[in-house]
């Protein structure tokens, strides 16, 4: 097996998305075609006709979305390789064009697109299953980047003597940074490898439950036990509880005694505080 300087299986995932006949299909080019149109307010030439002068206009475009993608998701474009990438981002362009005024919105439905277009008869644990689960939580990496934080907010950033100090009644809530993903597969060693430069290997089939948080502008997608991201839902769903309010739905969710989680929170909260995935008031 071919394989990069760093030890890393150089296309195993891509030679086998890349022979997979559901992936982008209506596409295959990369660019969408151009829709039929009455004549064009363009001028031609006989040698360079309007609708091709146009038609170079729409690729171009074409092109530019696809990079932009490319910066989106640069761990699914080194995990695939280019060609596998762009043939799956040329597919999504041409079935979903992009109706935003922003950039930012493009690459919102992309995992579920993936997701869509996976061929039939795979598991969520299949190797075709990885580009929509590792686009999903790159997703959530971006929004959470873009979403307003609790670093200019009047306590947004407690000194670790406080968080040392939890009381039973201390409030908690979700910021909206935090992004809650189950996922079939453990992607840290993808995104590590990707912000080392290299590309990855193929992500094991691991249960995970991660929490993608900003904390002092800095996005990090955090492990987490499936007894705190319990926590993390409630959370979500409630707006706010107390710690003691929070150890008790998470013990009625996961058959846990509630003195028991109300223990393991209290150990676990400063760090999660701290690490910007909940915030306390």
């Known amino acids: ?33 151009l ?9 031609g030439s006989a040698a360079f006709p309007a609708r091709q002068r146009l038609a170079v ?27 596998v990438f762009d043939l799956f981002a040329g597919a999504y362009i041409a079935a979903q064009p992009s109706r935003s005024y922003s950039l930012y919105g493009l690459g919102a439905g992309f995992a579920d697109f993936l997701e869509a277009t996976r061929p039939a008869g795979t598991g969520p644990a299949s190797l075709e299953a990885i580009p929509a689960s590792l686009a999903r939580l790159e ?47 453990d992607f840290a060693a993808a995104l ?20 993608v948080a900003r904390c002092r502008y800095r996005v990090r997608a955090h492990p987490v036990t499936s007894q705190h ?6 959370l979500e769903r409630s707006g706010g509880l107390s710690l003691r309010e929070a150890a008790a739905a998470v ?6 005694a509630t003195g028991a989680m109300l223990a393991d929170l209290m ?8 690490g910007g995935i909940c915030a306390a008031t």
């Open 229 to 234: 991201f319990a926590l993390l839902q409630a």
């Open 57 to 83: 206009y729409a690729q171009s475009y074409a092109l530019r979305l696809i990079e932009c993608l490319r910066e989106e998701f640069p761990v699914l474009r080194l995990l695939v390789g280019d060609q």
């Open 139 to 185: 997703r959530a990496m971006a929004e959470a980047q873009r979403a307003v934080g609790t670093e200019a907010l009047p306590g947004g950033d407690l000194p670790i003597e406080t968080l040392l100090q939890l009381s039973p009644d201390l409030r908690l809530r979700l910021p909206d940074t935090v992004r809650l993903l189950h996922l079939e597969f």
């Open 251 to 256: 013990a009625s969710a996961t058959s846990e």
């Open 1 to 33: 097996m071919e394989r990069d300087p760093d030890g890393t299986d150089a296309g195993g995932l891509e030679r086998s998305l890349s022979v997979t006949g559901n992936f982008g299909a209506g596409s295959g080019s990369g660019a969408p075609e």
């Open 267 to 274: 150990v676990w909260l400063p760090q999660a505080i701290d």
């Open 35 to 43: 829709p039929p149109v009455g004549e064009p307010d363009i001028r």
């Open 192 to 211: 590590a490898a990707t912000a080392r430069g290299v590309r990855p290997d193929q992500p094991p089939v691991r249960e995970t439950w991660v929490a």
